[in-house]
């Protein structure tokens, strides 16, 4: 069963800090990686995709993939309240000959004024 | 640009009622189209997939279906629904082969009292 984990949360932290969110998944052929954010009530909505191990930075999300390892994390620097919110760690399964994601059940984030 | 819709937003239904929820989108052509469900507390679960006109894939065996009788069309539906068929559900799409970036539809919440 192929599978992507994270800490359910909440992680709390104040205004103005970065906000670390961690992601590992177990199949090793994964190749694409996204990371989604969901506000309460909202549908997802995509923040990043990684492809290659290393650093991609995107304003003040920074996301970074370690394929040796299997994990995938998402800074968000100079964090808002706005950001507050769970986010969504997706890889792509089948070789993503169908496109498919696998979704992990998400990290709730609250950013404290 | 492409832009998805879903409707109803919200459907309250009794058990043992039918169910047809209904995703169109816009401004592209032939894209992979995917049905999720989110249960309170639990990750997005894949329920169908399609990759073309009347091409359906289902991921978990239970009392939906799906077609997709149009290019940009996506329909889920039951006969009978169960309490446990409660949730958020999602219609997601993307845009051709070789790409797995996936967007998400408003979503419909559904209580089945």
């Known amino acids: 069963q192929k599978e992507v984990e994270q800490n359910s949360g909440p992680l709390s932290v104040p205004e103005g800090a970065i906000a670390s969110l961690n992601c590992t998944y177990s199949d090793r052929g994964s190749q694409s990686f996204f990371w989604y954010r969901q506000y309460s009530g909202k549908s997802p909505e995509l923040i990043m995709f990684?492809?290659?191990?290393g650093d991609k930075e995107d304003g003040r999300f920074t996301a970074q993939l370690n394929k040796a390892s299997q994990y995938v994390s998402l800074l968000i620097r100079d964090s808002q309240p706005s950001d507050s919110a769970t986010y969504l760690c997706?890889?792509?399964?089948?070789?993503?000959?169908?496109?498919?994601?696998?979704f992990g059940k998400g990290t709730k984030l609250s950013v404290k004024p | 640009s492409q832009t998805i819709h879903q409707w109803p937003a919200t459907l309250v239904q009794p058990v043992g009622s039918p169910l047809s929820l209904e995703c169109t989108v816009e401004g592209t052509s032939n894209p992979n189209l995917y049905w999720y469900r989110q249960a309170a507390g639990r990750g997005l679960q894949l329920l169908f997939y399609?990759?073309?006109?009347?091409?359906i894939s289902s991921e978990v065996p239970q009392n939906l279906s799906a077609s997709r009788p149009q290019d940009r069309q996506f329909i889920l539906s039951s006969k009978k629904l169960l309490l446990s068929d409660s949730g958020f559900y999602l219609c997601?799409?993307?845009?051709?082969?070789?790409?797995?970036?996936?967007?998400f539809g408003p979503g419909t919440r559904l209580t089945v009292l």
């Open positions: 399609s990759v073309g006109i009347g091409q």
């Open positions: 990684i492809y290659s191990n």
């Open positions: 997601a799409w993307i845009q051709g082969a070789n790409v797995d970036t996936q967007y």
């Open positions: 997706a890889v792509n399964r089948d070789g993503g000959s169908q496109g498919n994601l696998i």
